[in-house]
Each structure stands twice: as structure tokens, then as C-alpha cells.
């Protein structure tokens, strides 16, 4: 015979929606923005090893100045550049717009109905709070980077190998920096979506208790009800009668069949 499991209170509650924490659109959500921070990542490593550099070449006349060259175009680096900016930005963008929805379905016990003074909802609080800032300042610094890089690598697509006065080029590092940056961002981003998936757990199993406790506090302050009074009725052709006149009834049976019999005797003499 097959094997049957137990039906537990999780197999009959709810699934989550698309738009709920801790369903599956969420999970696919933030593992692709995390995956989106390391093309980012690699995108700007990639710009950083291909970065144009500058090289002085001294003139032959007399009295000239030194000029300096591009080493390349700066198309590379500033594409690779281009797609992490935006990549992230949209990555970013998206994952916050998910959560923002998210909170404003969830039910208003999980939002207004804690305790505050309870100390896993002060913990909560301060780790929101600390993603969130922590997850925008990454943000909004590994965006200013990229931007410098795209604004210096674009300035010479064309004539790059001609010698010029004065050229501009990135520090060593700055798009790497931007690149940690952005993978910094992205994992922030999913520490804040845990703590408020945690954050909704722990509402519901407060909820839970709550509602258990006013359950157990209607059932015994109700008064307790008597039982009820069992009526017997009778069936059709069912006449209950005592004991004592079955019995008068035989005796007096018996005395008419004696009278009877005495009576026949007292005629045939």
C-alpha cells in the first residue's frame, strides 16, 4: 500500500503571490540582480585592463613642448563602461520597485502591528536601515565612477593617435573600484529584501500567537453550557404500561377460566 503523509497547517496555508516575499518571482528577482552585479563586475574589470593610457613624445625643433598620444580609441572600455552603468542602474531600479509592492500588499498586521520594545523588531529596524543607506550610497558612488570613466573615455574616439598638448586619462583602479562598488550594491539589495522577508515572518508568527490566544481566552471565558435534556419518544404501536397490572390482569384470567370449567361441571350433574 502507498505511504500517507500527514497534512500539516503549511500544507493548507496559501501559497505566496508573485508580488509577495518569499515567493518565487522574488527569489528569481534577487538572484538575478546578484548576477547582474557580477556581469557588472566584470565588465568594469574588463574596462580597467583595456583603459586608454598616454604616452609623451618629445619634438625634434627646438624650444617645443612635449605632446602626448592615446594609446586607443577608448571604445572597448567605454562600452564595457556603458553596459555595467546601466545594468546596474536598471538592476537596482527593478529590485527596489519589487520590494516597494511587495510591502504595500503585505497585510497591516505585518507592517503596524509590532511591538516596539520587542528586541528582534528593534534588531530588524537598525539592519533595514542599514541596507538601505548602505545599498544607495554603494549605488550612487559606483554610478559616479562609472560616469567619470565614460566621460574621459569618450572624449577621444576619434584622432586618438594624433600627438596633443595635454590629455586626459583615468587613474589606475577607478573602474575596479566601481565595479566593487556595484557587486557591493547588489548584495546589500539582498540583505534588505532577507530582513524584510524576516521582518514579514516574524509579524505572522506573532499574528499566529495572537490569534491563538484570543481563541483560548473566548473559550474559557464563556459560561460553561448544561446538557441538554434527552426526550424519549414512543414508537407506532408501542403502549409501555407497569408491572403491577400485567399481573392483576393474569390473576384475573385465571380466576374467569376457573369460574368457566366449575360452571360446565355444575350443569352436566
Not at 19 to 37: A, D, H, N, P, Q
Not at 160 to 183: D, E, H, M, T, Y
Not at 232 to 243: D, G, S
Request: charged share 15%; hydrophobic share 45%.
Amino acid at each position: 500500500m502507498p505511504k500517507r503523509t500527514a497534512i500539516t497547517h503549511a500544507d493548507l496555508a496559501p501559497s505566496p503571490q508573485g508580488t509577495e516575499f518569499g515567493s518565487k518571482t522574488g527569489v528569481v528577482l534577487i538572484v538575478s540582480t546578484i548576477l547582474c552585479g557580477l556581469c557588472c563586475f566584470i565588465l568594469c574589470l574588463i574596462a580597467e585592463a583595456t583603459r586608454s593610457q598616454m604616452t609623451w613624445e618629445s619634438t625634434h625643433k627646438k624650444g617645443g613642448e612635449n605632446q602626448c598620444v592615446y594609446s586607443g580609441s577608448g571604445k572597448l572600455p567605454l562600452l564595457c563602461a556603458a553596459t555595467a552603468f546601466v545594468g546596474l542602474a536598471v538592476a537596482m531600479v527593478i529590485e527596489h520597485m519589487y520590494m516597494l509592492v511587495a510591502i504595500s500588499k503585505s497585510p497591516p498586521p505585518a507592517l503596524v502591528s509590532w511591538d516596539p520594545d520587542y528586541r528582534p523588531v528593534k534588531s530588524l529596524t537598525w539592519q533595514a536601515g542599514f541596507f538601505f543607506v548602505t545599498t544607495w550610497i554603494c549605488f550612487a558612488v559606483g554610478e559616479i565612477l562609472l560616469l567619470i570613466g565614460l566621460s574621459v573615455e569618450s572624449g577621444h574616439l576619434k584622432n586618438w593617435s594624433r600627438p596633443r598638448p595635454n590629455c586626459l586619462v583615468i587613474k589606475q583602479g577607478l573602474f575596479s573600484a566601481a565595479g566593487v562598488f556595484a557587486l557591493l550594491a547588489v548584495f546589500l539589495a539582498a540583505g534588505l529584501y532577507l530582513t524584510a522577508l524576516r521582518a514579514q515572518r516574524i509579524s505572522q508568527e506573532q499574528e499566529h500567537v495572537r490569534r491563538e490566544v484570543l481563541e483560548a481566552s473566548a473559550l474559557y471565558a464563556s459560561p460553561p453550557q448544561s446538557p441538554r435534556l434527552s426526550i424519549i419518544t414512543t414508537m407506532a404501536r408501542e403502549n409501555p404500561v407497569r408491572r403491577e397490572n400485567q399481573l392483576e390482569e393474569q390473576q384475573q384470567s385465571a380466576w374467569a377460566s376457573s369460574f368457566a370449567s366449575f360452571s360446565k361441571r355444575s350443569n352436566l350433574v
